[in-house]
């Protein structure tokens, strides 16, 4: 399959099997993850790779008892990070000047300016920021799961803030955003998995200015 039958093949999966899922696909799929851009290259964000059946299971109470929680062999949280501070900001400028291994000029004045800027908004400004970035790595996620003919659910269907309890994630300066259970297909029992995709077509969705 090509990489966009591949994308066809995907969808929004509504029933797992249960099946586990090879260690290397989940590697190739975390990678995807840690390579997605991201704006200015904070990733202000983490991802929790939950296996242990006793958290998903209370994880599914409230996610609106979505079998998927349960059903997947890999649940991933996307959480991002509940505001920017100077140390956040400073650790990933930090990092980038010792894996390059020189400081550059234009770098240092970029980093002063998203300093001052984003330390002075307020958190739920920043958090919007932040939350908008994990869907991006969510994104790059689905679409290698897709590529290793893994199946996976995205999901906005869960309480952020009980889940961002469950898991102490406020504590670490976290917010939940987005759930990816990862899994293999119930093609006898997903009521999905034979229907047509839908979307809009091309000339609804694109404006060609030539
Ligand atoms: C951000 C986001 C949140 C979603 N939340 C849920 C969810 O909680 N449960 C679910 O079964 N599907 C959820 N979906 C799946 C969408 O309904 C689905 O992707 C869309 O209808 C397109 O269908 P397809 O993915 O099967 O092609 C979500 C999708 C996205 C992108």
New binding site residues.
């Given amino acids: 399959m090509s990489f966009l039958e591949k994308l066809n093949w995907?969808?929004?999966?509504?029933a797992m099997n249960g099946n586990k899922i090879p260690q290397e696909k989940i590697d190739n799929i975390l990678e995807a993850i840690r390579l997605a851009p991201t704006s200015s290259g904070l990733q202000p964000f983490e991802v929790m790779v939950i296996t242990n059946d006793a958290v998903k299971a209370e994880i599914k109470k409230i996610?609106?008892n979505?079998p998927?929680i349960t059903d997947c062999s890999h649940l991933l949280v996307f959480a991002a990070w509940d505001n920017y501070t100077e140390e956040r900001i400073n650790h990933i400028f930090d990092l980038t000047n010792k894996i390059r291994g020189f400081k550059n000029k234009g770098w240092e004045a970029y980093r002063e300016k998203l300093l001052t800027k984003y330390t002075k908004r307020n958190a739920e400004t920043n958090f919007q920021h932040t939350a908008r970035q994990t869907?991006i790595a969510?994104?790059a996620g689905?679409a290698q799961a897709a590529f290793e003919e893994v199946d996976s659910?995205?999901?906005?269907?869960?309480e952020n803030d009980k889940l961002d309890k469950l898991l102490k994630l406020r504590e670490k300066g976290l917010r939940s955003t987005?759930?990816l259970p990862l899994g293999y297909r119930d093609t006898n029992n997903d009521w999905?998995v034979n229907l047509a995709?839908?979307?809009h077509p091309k000339e609804e969705l694109f404006t060609l200015i030539d």
């Avoid at 995907?10 to 509504?14: E, H, I, L």
């Avoid at 659910?153 to 869960?158: A, H, I, Q, S």
């Fill in positions: 995907r969808y929004a999966t509504k996610a609106f979505q998927q869907y969510f994104m689905i659910t995205p999901m906005e269907g869960f987005v759930l999905l995709k839908v979307r």
